[in-house]
Structure formats: C-alpha cells, structure tokens
C-alpha cells in the first residue's frame, strides 16, 4: 500500500507539500491509500494558519462509467455531469484536448467540534447531484502530510526548489546577458580593406576557392565572446545555494572528496553531510507516523463495517517466522491507550 510513497518525499521535495489520503476501498472494503497531488487540495488560509485546519476539500476527476458502477442510482445524472471546466484545466494542469471522459468532483471533510458534538460532515458532490452527504466522525482528516520545510505560518510547506528560487533568477539574469554578448560579439568576420578592390560575391563556401584582391589582403577576425567571469558567477551562484543547503557540488555530481579513499572515511563524511538535513529527515518519520496514525483510524473505520476484519501480524517463535490473522476487534485500543514508535 505504501509503495509509492517516495513520489510524496518528491512533491513535499519540489512544491512543497506531498499528501496522502487515505479511504476505505469500496470494492474490497479494505484500508488503501493513494497519493493526493497538491494541486487538487484546497484548505481556507484562516483555518490552515496553524497548520491544523478542521476542514479540508479535494477538486479531483473520475472517469464516468467508474462513478456510475459505484453510484448506480445517480447513473442518470452522472451521465450529464459536467467534466473540467476551464478553471479545473488551468488549476490542475490539464489538457484541453483529451478524449478521457471525466467527471469533476469536489470532496469535503469537516471535523466535530467536540467528540459528542455530532456536527462533523462528509460530502462528495457532482455539478449537477451529490453523491455522498454523512456525518464524519472520525478524529482525524483523512490526510498525512509531508513538508519538506514547515512555514512559520499555513498548511502549505516550502519545498527545496522554493529555497533556490532568487538564485536562480540570478543565474536566468546572467545567462540572458551571457547570450546577448555572444550574439553580439562571438562572430565571425571577414576584414575586408576598402581600397583593396575584392568582390564580395566571390567570396563563397566553396573548399579550395581563389579569391584575386589587390591592394590590402582580407584577413579572418574571430570575435572574444562573452567575459568569461559571467560563467564563474553563475558557477559560484550555484556552488553557493549548495551550500546553503548543505549539498556540496561533489555530491550532485556523484562524486567523492579526494583524500577519501577508506570506507570508514566515507562514512564519516556521509554522516557528517546527513547531519546537514535531520529536520528534513524527522520530518519525513514524523509524516511515517502520520501515515501509521492514518492506518489505525481506518483499521478502525474497516472494523465497524465488518466485526471479522482482520489485520496480518508477523509471529517469530525461535528460528522460524509465521504470518496469521488477527481480527482488529482485538486489538483496538481507544487514542491514549497506545503509542507508536519509530524504530
């Protein structure tokens, strides 16, 4: 089920944010997750303030014919469901040409005010009908969440490209320039003494030409190009956002240190550059935690729907390993009455 989570340490890595959601399968009524791109998220500023909102909405497609099997009494009206308008194409990427037909939908979840309050709601809506609209009473939003970099202020993270954005409009700047320069003075020429009487028209392509002249002969003049210190500022440019983020050049580039040459000296070294990035990395356990947290409501959710639900657990007894079941009736424990470890 986790098996693509590294694509969500590569969304909270470049946007910023990498989500997960997770839901009970209606087909196998079974925990599953799925990644969530960040642009079919939406979350209020106000209540994502502190990075803890209490509702959450999703803008996603489905294919129709899928909806329809899922929801065959609202068959009629999916079949005039509207697909992507203009906004859902520019907000979530999308082509204007496909063929896929697509229905949109919008999702929302709303957390109870207080355990017993009873004013928590989950609702899936299509443009012209509603698919879902129940009470949402789980403790939590159905989301973990991975921030390669948590802002002072909202639900949306800073990712690695975001840090590196005013240096690279720095070196955008001294390409354009470094190409301008080229153009301008990187030619070639062909000086041509105005009283020496050449016929430009003679001068061709052609291997081997004679070219008759009197008076001053041409000569060739290649042009300087541009100044060679724009390209070592764009080298010290990017040399230096590496080391802001504690990646060194040579580690990019895939190669070691010189000096370098034991393994324990290697290890060292990593260990010294890994040093560099602990935040990120407890904040990516710390979304592995989420991620477990996540699994438990829902193993609890799947439990209510079917008493016999059960989970796998691994059994070691001396040398040998055994798989068995163990229904989750068992096992549930009411928040507070367990903990979860990272090992």
């Known amino acids: 089920t986790c098996g693509r989570v590294h694509v969500v340490f590569i969304d909270g890595a470049v946007p910023g944010t990498g989500l997960v959601y997770g839901y009970i399968d209606p087909r196998t009524k079974r925990p599953a997750l799925e990644r969530v791109l960040p642009l079919e998220v939406l979350v209020d500023h106000d209540e994502g303030l502190s990075a803890a909102p209490r509702s959450i909405y999703r803008i996603y497609m489905v294919a129709r014919d899928v909806l329809q099997a899922l929801y065959p009494r609202r068959a009629k009206e999916l079949a005039t469901s509207e697909g992507p308008d203009q906004q859902a194409i520019e907000d979530l990427s999308l082509t204007r040409d496909t063929k896929a037909d697509h229905v949109l939908l919008c999702e929302g979840w709303h957390l109870s005010s207080t355990k017993d309050s009873g004013d928590g709601r989950h609702t899936l809506a299509a443009s012209n009908c509603t698919l879902v609209d129940e009470p949402y009473t789980s403790r939590r939003l159905p989301f973990a969440v991975y921030r390669w970099q948590q802002r002072q202020v909202g639900f949306w993270g800073c990712g690695l490209v975001e840090t590196g954005r005013d240096a690279q409009w720095r070196i955008n700047r001294l390409i354009q320039r470094y190409e301008r320069q080229n153009n301008r003075a990187a030619g070639v020429y062909l000086l041509v003494e105005g009283n020496s009487k050449i016929r430009h028209e003679s001068i061709t ?139």
């Open 205 to 343: 392509t052609t291997d081997a030409e004679i070219i008759r002249y009197f008076g001053t002969p041409p000569q060739w003049m290649q042009g300087p190009g541009a100044s060679g210190a724009i390209a070592q500022e764009i080298l010290d440019i990017r040399e230096q956002w590496f080391s802001e983020q504690g990646i060194s050049s040579m580690l990019a580039e895939g190669k070691k240190p010189t000096g370098l040459d034991s393994g324990a000296a290697q290890r060292e070294h990593d260990d010294i550059l890994s040093r560099r990035h602990v935040m990120n990395a407890r904040a990516f356990e710390a979304f592995y935690m989420d991620l477990a947290d996540l699994l438990v409501e829902l193993n609890d959710q799947a439990s209510e729907l079917d008493p016999d639900y059960s989970v796998d657990a691994i059994e070691s007894r001396g040398r040998s390993t055994y798989v068995r079941k163990i229904p989750w009736s068992e096992l549930r424990a009411a928040p507070g009455d367990f903990r979860l470890r990272m090992f």
